[in-house]
């Protein structure tokens, strides 16, 4: 079974910064996608990183591009995601998932088959 476990979240004020990390077993990093995904109250999943294993390839939404951050520890297999500048606006639930095989930018929710448990990240004005 794959296994993916998150940790890192907690409150900040805006313009602080946190470094979520997903921890994985079970799953190889070769030639695989991983991604951070975020879900606040009310509003539907949204992808907001990803990296392709196999060439240390990223993506990112908009939103989060030049603030956030992810990144791969193979040695460790964990995931990263560094938030820098943080604004109220990115206040949600942060899941990290995984998939087989490529993943040319942000792949949808719907092409991830394994999640984590979530990590609640506060950013206060």
């Known amino acids: 079974q794959v296994h993916l476990v998150e940790s890192g979240g907690g409150s900040v004020q805006a313009g602080g910064s946190l470094r979520l990390s997903c921890a994985v077993s079970?799953?190889?990093?070769?030639?695989?996608?991983m991604g951070w995904f975020r879900q606040a109250p009310g509003k539907e999943r949204e992808g907001v990183a990803v990296i392709y294993t196999g060439t240390g390839s990223t993506y990112y939404v908009d939103s989060v591009k030049g603030r956030f951050t992810i990144s791969q520890d193979n040695a460790k297999n964990t995931v990263y995601l560094q938030m820098n500048s943080l604004k109220p606006e990115d206040t949600a639930m942060y899941y990290c998932?995984?998939?087989?095989?490529?993943?040319?930018?942000?792949?949808?929710?719907?092409?991830?088959?394994?999640w984590g448990q979530g990590t609640q990240v506060t950013v206060s004005s």
């Open positions: 079970r799953y190889t990093y070769s030639s695989n996608c």
């Open positions: 998932a995984a998939r087989r095989g490529s993943c040319l930018l942000v792949r949808p929710a719907a092409d991830f088959g394994y």
